[in-house]
């Protein structure tokens, strides 16, 4: 018996430490979900757009959409998640013309038709490039342009507000930091250690000068309300925060009134727009 008991215990280890080994090592398929397959353009919901072809600064092709708007009362460059590409953000894009904004979709390397591969820093830089062509192609201000992370795109966005001067930042269903995440996901083993990536939205937060949105489900059984919570006390002033109902992909869609509500109240009463 005791020798029983030994060998499940010692194939117990050897699993433990098979899975963390592979939480270490194919990491990246846990944080980074790309397609590479369009679905659909904005012409097919009948919006116009304009192709955008993007050079990050290591010299990486991206694509993306600009999807202008006449008497625009600002625009949004939007940072999407970690899966899927812009193909599947054509709600989005209505969204934001139905508000009054106009918008960029830009794809991360290897996502879509961008080249390359994702990587925290990678992802850093494409957020920079999309920055620098509303700025410098389609000459806009910076005031005139908010910044929109979702889920994965809330610390890529945070990190380009932090370092440029947007009229605003809005995240939506973001997570503190990827080790936090990890813990709540994975709490059997010592996430600190075999976390190769950080993504640090909390840290990053507390340097952005710009007004700040807050948007967060208490459905979201993924990344948990708390995220949101802690993520709006670390903001500076001036910052509004919108509870919404529904899970971390479909909020936007089950609880788009109070979304857009939000959204509406924030660009009128906060920005002036």
Not at 152 to 175: H, N, S, V
Not at 202 to 229: A, T
Request: proline content about 5%; some cysteine; charged content about 20%.
């Amino acid at each position: 018996m005791g020798r029983i008991v030994l060998g499940i215990a010692v194939l117990a280890v050897v699993g433990y430490v098979l899975a963390a080994a592979y939480l270490y090592f194919f990491q990246e398929q846990f944080v980074y979900r790309p397609s590479t397959r369009i679905e659909a353009t904005p012409a097919s919901v009948g919006m116009y757009y304009e192709e955008v072809a993007l050079v990050a600064s290591d010299g990486v092709r991206l694509t993306g959409w600009y999807l202008p708007l006449a008497d625009a009362r600002g625009t949004v460059l939007f940072c999407h998640g970690n899966a899927g590409n812009i193909s599947h953000l054509l709600a989005v894009a209505k969204d934001a013309h139905r508000l009054g904004l106009g918008i960029l979709l830009f794809d991360y390397r290897g996502y879509g038709q961008s080249e390359g591969t994702p990587s925290e820093e990678g992802t850093h830089r494409d957020a920079e490039a999309a920055w620098n062509y509303l700025v410098q192609e389609a000459g806009l201000a910076p005031d005139q342009i908010a910044i929109i992370g979702r889920s994965l795109g809330g610390p890529i966005a945070t990190r380009l507000a932090r370092d440029k001067a947007p009229a605003a930042l809005f995240l939506e269903e973001t997570f503190t930091s990827i080790p936090e995440l990890g813990r709540e996901l994975y709490p059997i083993f010592p996430v600190d250690l075999l976390a190769r990536y950080q993504y640090p939205t909390l840290e990053y937060l507390k340097q952005v000068q710009c007004p700040v949105l807050i948007s967060h489900s208490r459905g979201d059984m993924f990344i948990v309300f708390e995220h949101g919570q802690r993520l709006y006390e670390a903001a500076n002033q001036p910052k509004a925060f919108t509870e919404l109902r529904g899970g971390h992909s479909s909020a936007f869609s089950e609880d788009a009134a109070t979304y857009e509500a939000g959204v509406e109240a924030f660009l009128t009463e906060v920005l002036g727009w």
